[in-house]
């Protein structure tokens, strides 16, 4: 071993320890090491597993899930659950968890990866499993579109690693094209499906291969479904692992894997049922008995924070949190509102974009299905927030009843409304970045 | 009376909520008293004809798909080129007016020959986006435009391009945007620009009334009003 190398290592693990004695967490070691040793990562010495998560939407719940039935199996888990999604990060984490001479303790190295992310760190070590859960738009004015970060994660994958590919996303699916040992998982025909699409824009209309036409059989959501190019032959690929049922009765949800697989779940949301089936692929291809994958799955549920429970005045209500910038995350939680079948009003609030970073662009606005709202059954509509003119133009062109809708520079304002005048329940559609804007107004529970 | 607006790869160059536009447009030719309707012709058509239409509109796609744009539209450019010729209002937003200018240069440094209507040439890369709120000086029409640009290229030629890139927030090599000719405008903002740029709107539908033979009716649209003058505020006083 180099000894720049050691001393990195050492560097790292003694700035590590004084700010962990200081209560503090941070990627500062890795940023010191990586100075020393800029190649730090090829000179340690991973296990023989190691998994890499990557997707648009549900990273961190897919390795959370991957780590704990890991764990429940017995293997020494080292993941970047800090959400270190720097470079600095992983290598923080993984000296953490190295002898001195490099060698990481852990059985399985666990890593969750953006695609900018990937493309830098595999250039150093490859994970033996690569798993791409989905692509689609998402906070496009940071990370580009789908095919944009499809081109990025191709420059990351290598040919030693193994792909473990949602095969309903055509645009991920087709990842494996001419790939030997591929894996997948997807989804059966499930009650939910529609035989047309359903959205404003439909990513799956043109081949990710040759750009001539799709046909598909059934869509599970957006463009997520068993598809067929009509040119090239490209088609939904047979899965390894498969999302056989999903039911939910009397408020309890269970999913089918695999046919013979009956796990628990505390939402059904069709998005998070491809969180769990990718964390059970990967763990199965990982060496765990498919059964014992299940069951741990089963006992655990995952801390979201993903829907809460609240009161205002005499009027109860739940928040939805969905992500700005992403349609398909905003179209999920209107399919709540749309299925839930009485007379409910609807609150949403586009305030901070960001909290990072300020921008205009309102545009994602326009690739969701809020017309789904002009058929339901609504009482409501309240608009709040800085971008409420752009939802009240949105909201206008959806065709809804303009009598119905009400709009509110302050999230404030817009409470205080509900409050004096509403008598039906409130469902509140917003996103991380804007939820403390409601939660502190309101009394709330949190539920998961 | 009847407007047409013809809708082009509305399924394929329709990355960022570029719908909006020709709604928001629709919308307003509706409350003129016009009847509206919307012709859509994609990548599968094997003709596209500009004949009797009275706005044309095309949003921004994947870079792949614009490529693959300039060359099928380049089989109905005689078209194309006589509806600019005859004061046809059109719109193209983001990378859509790239098929407008001489040539595209892609990653892969293939060359992509485009429609030759304007003389600027595009470059791709693909190591970052470019992407960013800007704020545009029109100043042939002493006004100022706003939105969000995001993109895989530069623009060179800036001879021929049309507004000033006064302000950017984010990271867009731009000092020049945009194109202008007869009554077709060119702009690489993304999304509903007309939204946020109510007098671009006011401006197609004005064009539109008088090439109908019908008088404008004024008519305001506050919420969209707003959002220009918040928006404008907000990157005025941005801090870069
Ligand atoms: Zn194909």
Redesign the pocket.
């Known amino acids: 071993m180099k000894i720049r190398a050691f001393t990195a290592i050492l560097v790292c693990k003694v700035i590590r320890g004084l700010a962990k004695l200081m209560g503090r967490g941070s990627s500062l070691p890795g940023k010191y090491a990586l100075k020393i040793c800029p190649d730090i990562l090829s000179e340690l010495k991973l296990p023989e597993l190691s998994i890499a998560v990557t997707g648009s939407n549900g990273k961190t719940s897919t390795v959370e899930m991957i780590a704990h039935i890991l764990k429940s199996n017995g293997l020494k888990v080292a993941y970047n659950k800090e959400g270190s999604n720097q470079i600095e990060g992983v290598v923080t984490f993984l000296i953490g968890d190295s002898t001195m001479g490099g060698k990481v303790k852990s059985d399985v190295v666990l890593l969750e990866a953006d695609e900018r992310y990937a493309r830098r760190v595999f250039g150093y070590f490859h994970p033996k499993y690569f798993v791409i859960n989905n692509l689609y738009r998402d906070q496009m004015t940071r990370n580009g579109h789908p095919e944009w970060i499809k081109s990025i994660i191709g420059d990351a994958i290598y040919d030693d690693m193994t792909l473990i590919l949602n095969a309903d996303d055509p645009l991920v699916a087709s990842f494996g094209k001419d790939r030997e040992g591929t894996i997948y998982f997807g989804a059966d025909n499930l009650p939910s499906d529609t035989t047309t699409h359903e959205g404003i824009y439909n990513d799956g209309k043109y081949?990710?291969?040759?750009?001539?036409p799709?046909e598909y059989e059934y869509y599970h959501y957006n463009h997520i479904g068993k598809f067929k190019?009509?040119?090239?032959?490209?088609e939904r690929h047979d899965t390894d692992h498969t999302l056989t049922n999903m039911g939910e009765s009397d408020g309890h949800a269970e999913i089918t894997v695999d046919g013979k697989y009956e796990i628990p779940v505390f939402f059904t949301g069709i998005y998070h049922c491809y969180n769990i089936l990718a964390a059970y692929t990967a763990s199965v291809v990982a060496g765990i008995a498919p059964w014992k994958a299940a069951e741990s799955l089963g006992g655990y549920i995952l801390k979201s924070g993903r829907i809460s429970d609240f009161t205002l005045g005499n009027v109860e209500g739940r928040l939805l949190l969905s992500k700005h910038e992403n349609s398909v995350s905003y179209d999920r939680s209107i399919d709540v509102v749309v299925n839930d079948k009485r007379k409910k009003s609807v609150m949403i609030i586009v305030d901070a974009i960001s909290r990072k970073y300020y921008t205009s662009d309102s545009s994602w606005l326009w690739d969701i299905n809020f017309e789904k709202f002009r058929d339901a059954d609504i009482d409501k509509i309240i608009l709040a927030g800085q971008y409420c003119d752009d939802l009240a133009v949105r909201f206008d062109l959806a065709g809804i009843d303009s009598n119905k809708v009400e709009v509110f520079e302050s999230v404030q304002g817009a409470a205080d409304y509900c409050k004096e005048k509403l008598g039906s329940f409130l469902y509140v559609i917003t996103c991380f970045s804007d939820k403390e804007k409601i939660l502190s107004v309101v009394t709330r529970r949190e539920i998961a | 009376m009847n407007v047409k607006i013809l809708y082009l790869y509305p399924d394929f160059m329709s990355l960022y909520g570029d719908n909006g536009n020709v709604r928001i447009l629709e919308r307003r030719l509706k409350d003129q008293g016009f009847d509206v309707e919307i012709i859509k012709r994609t990548i599968t058509d094997s003709a596209i004809t500009f004949d009797d239409v009275d706005f044309v509109y095309m949003g921004s796609g994947f870079e792949s798909n614009r490529n693959l744009v300039a060359k099928h539209l380049s089989q109905f450019k005689d078209g194309l080129v006589k509806a600019i010729d005859d004061g046809v209002p059109m719109l193209f937003t983001g990378n859509a007016y790239d098929v407008l200018g001489s040539s595209i240069m892609t990653p892969e440094r293939d060359e992509i020959r485009c429609l030759g209507i304007f003389d600027f040439t595009v470059i791709d890369q693909i190591e970052k986006r470019f992407t960013g709120d800007v704020v545009l000086a029109d100043t042939k029409k002493n006004d100022v435009y706003v939105g969000f640009v995001n993109r895989a290229g530069v623009l060179k030629g800036e001879g021929t391009l049309e507004f000033y890139v006064t302000k950017v927030i984010g990271s867009v090599p731009l000092t020049k945007d945009g194109v202008r000719k007869n009554n077709l405008l060119g702009v690489s903002l993304i999304g509903p620009l007309l939204l946020k740029n109510h007098k671009i709107a006011e401006s197609f539908v004005k064009t539109i009334c008088e090439r109908k033979g019908t008088e404008y009716k004024e008519i305001r649209y506050p919420h969209s009003e707003k959002s220009h003058d918040k928006t404008k505020k907000a990157l005025l006083n941005a801090e870069v």
């Open positions: 081949c990710p291969i040759c750009k001539k799709m190019c009509t040119s090239c032959g490209f």
